[in-house]
């Protein structure tokens, strides 16, 4: 007998694929208008549990009751109609049509197969006007921000009355301001009984805005509590990955002087006069919100934007493009891994090697051997989690997709690597393992410049912190204990 407290109860669900179980018996209950959390790495079940739930995955086995009667979509439409809608990261939005028929696409009425309007467009306008009022229902979707996109979707759920709305990391690409937006408007819904599903690798999000968290690890469920009664972050942590992980700064003991990266008043449509140097072996950050100029920065160094203005590469004139980056010893690891650091159709085998196939060609022959030694020693270096270097790119986990794209850059033998939203969709795992490795790297006398959006990234990794707003380079500070992260965030908001 069902509770009529809970929505969603899973018992004993399964998921099997050739040679794996994705979901492995999993049961934990979800309590009706509650912000519900699920984490775990990537891998760990998240995603194939949230494709049952929504019809995009039948199940091998189990049970799900919705609002205590059996549950078994058949496909995302039929989860929908029965109430479960999600907002996936990768939104789903045409940007060539109006607001209004995004919000109707796929619940059209037709009469004789012509598409009629009825109340529904006006409930979703009512809705989306209640959250949102600046979005005009006939202008194009393409014009508006991402945090606007997310609330035409989150409008036509709520207006189709859906109990549960899924939402899959609806943080990743907006900014700290429409993320606090995004948090009152989950807060609306549960005060309309929506019941909201949240999935983020962001834990400081988790206990912001969470009832409950479940934990899912290795495809298995490992605990469903209150987060209240969760103490902190690495008790969560421990949960998700099996063990503690280094999370605080170390400074060094002595600083290499000399200087592999020197910046003069570097400037383009974005950027405006920044300077700045980098030092042998030391970890450099740039911090800002979405828009601050991080991105346009490191494209400007590897010679893919335009840009007035001096560098220095060991103390040389460097005039940059991509090819001379790679020729002078300069890597950069791209924010868009899957568009702009991956070949995704190819294999792990023939992405590693990409940057510097002189290494395993003669004559423009390529060495089969050599390229797969290459791949499996970069595999092995990087704990890369895979059955075989002949998987493509695009099979892999997010966090393991980062580690390759990493495995190209190091293979290349760069010097000093460029590192944009280098965890970026990835679990804590991985995130640990990848700062590892940026240490390690560090130590061994590479530069690292590290651009992100995750203070925390900022705080616990980088020598020397540098802050961006609109373009421009506010402050600048070696971190320590007199790093204040209130402050970071005035300057990076616009604060003087």
């Known amino acids: 007998m069902a509770s009529s407290e809970n929505v969603l109860e899973i018992r004993d669900l399964v998921k099997e694929f050739p040679g794996v179980r994705a979901v492995d018996n999993v049961s934990f209950d979800i309590k009706r208008n509650t912000v519900h959390c699920l984490v775990g790495e990537n891998g760990a079940g998240k995603s194939t549990l949230i494709k049952i739930l929504t019809g995009a995955y039948d199940r091998t086995s189990g049970t799900t009751l919705l609002n205590g009667k059996e549950y078994v979509p058949h496909d995302t439409k039929d989860a929908r109609e029965h109430g479960v809608t999600t907002l996936y990261q990768e939104l789903n939005v045409v940007d060539e049509l109006t607001v209004e028929d995004n919000l109707t696409l796929g619940l059209e009425d037709t009469t004789f197969w012509f598409i009629r309007k009825t109340d529904k467009i006006n409930d979703m306008i009512a809705v989306m006007n209640s959250i949102e009022p600046s979005i005009h229902p006939k ?235 290459v791949a499996e020693e970069y595999v092995d270096k990087l704990n890369i989690a895979t059955d075989s270097i002949e998987k493509e790119a695009a099979k892999l986990s997010g966090g393991n997709q980062q580690k390759v794209v990493l495995s190209k850059c190091l293979n290349a033998d760069a010097d000093l690597l460029m590192l944009d939203e280098p965890t970026r969709g990835v679990d804590v795992g991985a995130k640990s393992e990848i700062y590892n490795i940026i240490r390690q790297l560090a130590e061994e006398g590479k530069s690292i410049m590290i651009c992100s959006s995750e203070l925390p990234e900022i705080m616990n990794l980088c020598d020397t912190i540098h802050l961006l707003f609109d373009g421009e380079l506010r402050a600048s500070m070696p971190n320590g204990d007199d790093v204040n992260s209130e402050e970071i965030l005035h300057i990076v908001t616009g604060g003087d």
């Open 139 to 373: 202008q194009k979707v393409g014009s508006l921000s991402v945090a606007q996109k997310q609330i035409v979707e989150i409008s036509k759920a709520a207006a189709t009355e859906s109990d549960v709305i899924i939402m899959d990391e609806p943080t990743a690409a907006i900014t700290e301001g429409e993320i606090e937006d995004l948090f009152e408007i989950i807060q609306t819904l549960r005060e309309q009984n929506v019941t909201v599903i949240y999935i983020s690798h962001r834990l400081d999000e988790i206990f912001e805005i969470g009832d409950y968290v479940t934990v899912l690890r290795d495809g298995k469920h490992i605990d469903t509590k209150p987060l209240s009664e969760v103490d902190g972050r690495q008790e969560l942590i421990k949960m998700m990955i099996g063990r503690t992980v280094f999370e605080e700064y170390t400074p060094k003991e002595e600083m290499d002087p000399e200087h592999v990266l020197e910046v003069r008043n570097l400037r383009n449509h974005k950027l405006q006069d920044i300077s700045f140097s980098v030092r042998k072996g030391e970890i450099v950050g740039f911090y800002g919100l979405v828009g601050a100029g991080k991105t346009e920065l490191a494209r400007a160094i590897y010679g893919a934007d335009p840009f007035e203005g001096e560098i220095l590469l060991n103390g040389q004139p460097y005039t940059p493009t991509p090819k001379k980056a790679i020729e002078a010893g300069l890597a950069l690891v791209p924010e868009e891994r899957r568009s702009e650091g991956l070949f995704t159709i190819l294999t792990i085998r023939n992405n590693i090697p990409v940057m510097n196939m002189g290494n395993i060609s003669n004559h423009g022959w390529i060495s089969s051997s050599e390229e797969r030694a």
